[in-house]
């Protein structure tokens, strides 16, 4: 075994993703010490008594810098590899501030952390974990539930963020395409009443999915479509674009600035720009079978060869045994 590493993260959920970073980690011969953040906090210093050369967090709910500076005074990395593109806020930039290093999955946010006092940030992607996503064959009734011509996975809460979400489904079902969305049911509450009467409402798949039934969904549309919330932030794709493709969608999302060096578009994904460029990429990729398979089809190979947590890892590792922070 190469030595053991302390996760600080999401472990409550089966979706969440400590269970991929763990697994990755596993598979390439470490040992992964997990620790639920924040309820399991209070088991931090049992935790270092097990000696892990490294510890990684994601966003450090709960945590503080008497944490972190109990974590580095037994001369334990403490790095933080942070999973959303949002603006840095007060808590991540003190965090940031006292880990040995800061990764952002947001390329375009690593001069804003780095001005706000950060030394040590770079970019890491997110990424996608295959032990999760089975590809066995759908069955009809898979075929017959999961299959759309169009998808979208994510909250349609009535939430401000997820305006341009709403929108843009209402773009596609009155563009006269058929649309099943999933996530989590919307709530029924009195102000979320003009929601719920939407055609979009109407259109929901009926439960949230993920793993298995989300991989499903991804192989059973013909179009899994997507909008990151910051395009004009470089390299800001959440996960979504990973898992989908990694799944074997054919992806159809909003132009992120910098997407092509990550897929390429008409050839591994798609892309627009406007509402009206989506409708009608979306009618062309209906009609073009072929052109959509194979686009699909590249997509996942690309991101299986080069986008899983076991590369972002290497990635990482790489990263911080050049700067001297981790050991050979």
Request: charged share 25%; aromatic share 12%.
């Amino acid at each position: 075994m190469k030595g053991k590493v302390l996760l600080l993260t999401k472990f409550r959920r089966p979706w969440n993703n400590g269970y991929f970073m763990a697994r990755a980690l596993e598979d390439m011969g470490w040992t992964a010490i997990c620790l639920d953040t924040p309820s399991q906090l209070d088991q931090i210093s049992h935790a270092i008594e097990r000696r892990p050369v490294l510890a990684i967090a994601t966003k450090a709910d709960g945590m503080t810098v008497d944490m972190i500076q109990e974590i580095r005074s037994r001369g334990i990395p403490f790095v933080i590899w942070y999973p959303d593109p949002v603006p840095p806020d007060e808590h991540m930039v003190n965090m940031g501030r006292h880990s040995d290093f800061f990764f952002t999955m947001s390329q375009g946010r690593v001069l804003e952390y780095k001005a706000a006092g950060i030394e040590r940030v770079a970019w890491l992607s997110e990424a996608f974990a295959p032990p999760f996503y089975p590809d066995t064959p759908l069955t009809p009734r898979d075929i017959m539930h999961y299959g759309s011509q169009v998808a979208f996975v994510g909250n349609l809460s009535t939430l401000p963020q997820y305006l341009a979400r709403r929108q843009m489904l209402a773009r596609v079902i009155n563009a006269g395409f058929q649309l099943k969305w999933w996530g989590p049911r919307p709530s029924r509450k009195l102000k979320n009443l003009p929601f719920l009467f939407s055609r979009v409402c109407r259109s929901y798949g009926g439960e949230f999915v993920y793993h298995e039934t989300y991989s499903k969904v991804a192989r059973a549309c013909k179009i899994f479509l997507s909008l990151d919330s910051y395009p004009d932030v470089r390299l800001s794709m959440s996960a979504r674009i990973y898992i989908a493709v990694g799944c074997g969608a054919f992806y159809l999302c909003r132009r992120v600035e910098g997407i092509e060096e990550v897929l390429v578009p008409g050839r591994e994904i798609e892309v627009f720009n406007d509402y009206d460029e989506m409708a009608d990429k979306i009618r062309y990729y209906l009609e073009h079978e072929e052109d959509r398979r194979r686009i699909a089809r590249a997509g996942r190979q690309r991101v299986l060869a080069e986008y899983t947590y076991e590369h972002r890892f290497a990635s990482m590792f790489k990263t911080l045994r050049e700067a001297g922070i981790l050991g050979p």
